[in-house]
Structures are given as structure tokens and as C-alpha cells.
């Protein structure tokens, strides 16, 4: 028999003793392979790195969507910081049986989005349009990843393979699907918009989703 | 709708928030307690994420991160603040442990069972024959919690231990209620067994300090007799945390006992006893 002795209470908790400064890097490190439903599970259970991590991970995505629907840096900003404290206050609400942590959190940060986009009035978009010049002016001033090379080469396999998907869209279906979820647009709004019959957007979003869901089957 | 379920055209606007209020609430309801529909719905939001993901990527100011940390009322303590506040907590340590078991037994299971599902059809028959046993004994150890104050911080500081963590988290682990063996012992422990990782731990609190020459030891017996896993001892504040490997080639187990032993371990079990654990009920 081998004896498996712990005589040292304090070396047995595996408890990191080093210096102050590189305990908050250990706690990230510890997490930074975890999955998104394992983060959300600690993070449950208030764990703060284990939130960090996440935060890390997702925040640029967040911000980009929010900027792609509010169209203005600092309600982006906003939208952001509000969308994670609340992701930290209410973790619960993420219900892993309904699907990914990622499309949770991107109906979460377009529904955010989108009411503070109506409690606006809908007048950023109602003058300009999602894609409109003022918007690409906005993202034009601001730093992008995809300008650095290096960051495209890392870019995330998913978002290589959704971009891929994207492209392989007709222009007028993407279109359509593009003004009801960043616009927070209904189907009749859109019509009108593009002076187009109710009917015809309605089957642009539906051959639209269609053909996403079929591109993104059996990928990542 | 056909019948009750979520059509694809329904799921489809469902995704990409064209659906009014009132429907919407309703496939959420539904997806909630129909398979096939959940998997529908889940299909058309990973589309429709698909227009977000696909998005020139924007990098926020880097100030915002101190923001939300602030905002959230996140301090942001490293593990040795943890581990300082673990070792002076004294009697609240109760709480962190029971806490633990409660969370693994109930919180997680979602995120369990939603991963493993992905990985690997087989682990399903795992998961099902695990869930039960833990829910009983989350159960448990829930019923304890009442009786103490949780607190968020230790229980934080607690799930900082990755290791126990992952063990308490994992499918193929078990965790036993230690019961003392007299009333004078008002410790409260756990046992966890991790068939997985091939390690169990052994935590406790409020366990009164050996006399110098003493110490206590952990047992297992196995088809009638007791084999030593090691040695330990708690810290000044009764906090014990103790771990080893499963010993090889030990296949069955009824029970675990902790005996008072001379310093350094005994190779027969010998002295007091001080709690056991009934493993007989843990499923294999
Ligand atoms: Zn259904």
C-alpha cells in the first residue's frame, strides 16, 4: 500500500501562493478552455474570473452588433456594458436546453438593441437605413479588426465559415433579413420601405433563413 | 401552427425577431417542452446569429471593461484572495461545501447534460443513470444549506478550486454525505469520487484539531476490508481538504470511515472512529 498523504493542509487545496499580480491571470488562465455553457455555470455560481473570461470572449461581438444596429459608438457602448452586467446579475436566464450560449446571447443583444433602437423613435434608421452612408461613416472612424492582418488570419472558425454562408446569399434575401433583425423591422415596415409586396419579403426572408440554415448544417 | 408545434416559417421569424410578442413567448413555452421544435428553433437562431457573427468585428474602447466590472460590482479578488478569506472563514466554510454539492447537484445539470449530449450519444446512458443520485443528494445537502447562511464569496472562493470543481461537475462523479459517528463531532463533510479522473476528495469543516502524535486517517472498504487512502489533517480554521488517487485495481466499495491514528498512519485500521460514508448506495 502507498501512502497518499496531504500533511500540508495548505499545499493540499491547491491553492496558488504566488505573487499578487499573476493570481488574476491564474484565475482566467483556469477558465479559458472552458466551454460557454461550462463559464455560464460558474458564472451562476458568482464566479468573477470565470466572467472575465467570458466578457473577453464575446465583447467584441457584442459591441459590433450593437453598433451595427444603433449605428452610434457611445449607445453601443451603453448597450454593451448593460448587456453583461445583466448577463452577470441574471445568468439564469441562459437556459442551455434551448441552444447555443452564442445565438442566446446574439437574440439578447439584438432584442436590447432593437427596443433601445424603437424607444428612439426609429429615427437614425428611418433617415439613413441599416448599410446607410451615416453608418458606414460611424464604423468607418472606428478601429476594426478585419484592417489588421494578423487578426484575420485568427479569425474564428465559425465566423470564416458564417461569412462564407453570407456571401452565398442573393443580395435582395440578405437584404431583407438583414432590416428585420437589425432594424427591428416588421415584415409590413419592410415592404414599404422597399416598395416591395408584403409577399415577396416574406418568401426573401423565408428562401433567406432557408438557405442559411443549409449552409451552416453540419458545419462547425 | 400544425397542431401545437412551431412551423419552420414560425421558428424562422421567431429567429430574427419578426414575430410578434405574444407568438413569440408561445414557441418559447413550446420549444421548451418539445424536442423536435427545440432543435427547429435552435437551427433558425443559429442562422440568424449568422448575421451577427458574420459582421466586420468592432473593438470596444478598452475602458469598458472597468466599467462593467464596476457596474456588475465585480472586485475582481485573484485566487489568493480567495484562499485568504477560505482560511478565515471558520464556521462559513459549512456553507461553501454544502453549497458546492448543492450547485453540483442541481445548478449544473443543464450545462452537463446540453455539453455531453454533444459530444457523445453513448455518455447519455451516463448521464441519466448519474443525475438521479446526485438530485438525491443535492437534495440532502440542500436541506443542510438552510440551516446555514450561504455566502456568495466563499462559495466563489470555493469554486476557484478547479480540480474539486471539475469533479463535482463531472458525470462520472459521486458525491456522499460524511456522517459522524457521535453526536459530540458536529463536523459536516462530503466525499467525492470521481471514477473519471481516478481521484476522490474528502472535505470537511469544523473538525477539531489531533493531539500532535495523531492524525486522522481515511479508509475504504473494499469486500470486507479497510484500505488506507492516506493521511491528513485540518487547518487551524477546522477546514479539511483532502485528496488522493482512487487505488488501482480497487473495483468494488461499500464504505469509508475516518479513524484517529497515530502520527504519521497506521497500515491496520485501529483507532476511533470519527465519521463514515455509506458508498454502497452511490450507483456505479
Ligand atoms: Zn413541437
Redesign the interface.
Known sequence: MTWQGNPDVSAARNLNTSGDTSALRQGADDFASWPDNSLMTAIVARNESAFAVLYDRYVDLVYSASLRVLGDAQLAEDATQDIFVRLWRRPESFVAERGRFVSWLMSVVRNRAVDELRARGRRRRREGGPGSEGDEETLAALPSDTDDPLSTAQLHEEQVVVRGALVCLPPDQRVALELAYFSGLTQQEIALMLHEPLGTVKTRIRLGMQKLRRSLRGQV | MESTHVTQ?QA??F????LPPEVAYAV?LH??TCAAC?DI?????????????????????ER??G???R??G????????W?AR?LTAGAGIAAVVV?IAS?AGL??L??????LRDGNAQLQTNIDGALPTKVELAALTRRLSDTEKNN??L??AA?????L?LAL?SPDSDVADVIPVNDSVNAIGRFVWDDAQKKVWFVANKLAATQKDQTYQLWVNSGGRY?????????AAG???????V?QGLKSYESAVVTIETAG?A?ERSGPSVFVTDLSRIRR
Request: aromatic content about 6%; glycine content about 8%.
Open positions: 416559417e424562422d421569424e429567429a430574427i425577431g419578426s418559447i420549444a421548451d427545440r428553433v435552435g437551427e433558425s437562431q443559429r442562422a440568424a446569429a449568422a448575421l451577427v457573427i458574420g459582421l466586420r468585428r468592432y473593438a470596444p474602447p469598458l471593461k466599467r462593467v466590472l457596474d456588475a465585480i472586485t475582481r479578488p485573484g485566487p489568493v484572495a484562499a477560505l453549497a450547485f445548478v449544473s443543464r450545462g452537463q447534460v446540453d455539453e456568495a464569496d462559495l466563489a469554486l476557484g478550486d478547479r480540480e470543481l461537475l484500505i488506507s487512502l492516506g493521511t491528513f489533517n485540518p487547518d477546514y479539511a481538504r483532502y485528496e488522493t488517487v487505488p498512519g497500515s
